[in-house]
């Protein structure tokens, strides 16, 4: 995907179940993040590309009080954001200006 959109920015959420203090799973959802961040840098996603933040128990999928929807809060979540477009009269990062008086394709 970031061979297609090189400037895209993938930003790696950390995320945890309703145990434990909030404070205790804003370090736990932050090394969760960073654990899967570490992971997509080793296949080769530079780590320009990547933000991570961590939410904690804050943004729960499942709000039950059963084991597997504990399960399904503590995750990683990706979300992916397109490279900013060039202001117009600019040529995209990479690629040379038009001539003088030319628009951009």
Request: charge should be neutral; proline fraction near 12%; charged fraction near 25%.
């Amino acid at each position: 995907m970031l061979n297609q959109f090189p400037g895209a920015l993938i930003i790696v959420e950390g995320h945890c179940d309703d145990r434990g203090s909030a404070e205790y799973n804003i370090g736990l959802g932050d090394r969760r993040a960073r654990t899967a961040a570490r992971v997509l840098r080793e296949h080769g996603v530079p780590g320009a590309n990547l933000d991570v933040v961590s939410f904690g128990r804050e943004q729960p999928q499942c709000t039950e009080l059963t084991e597997a929807c504990r399960q399904r809060n503590r995750r990683a979540h990706l979300t992916v954001r397109p490279a900013p477009s060039p202001p117009t009269g600019e040529a995209p990062a990479g690629e040379a200006p038009p001539p003088a008086g030319h628009p951009l394709p």
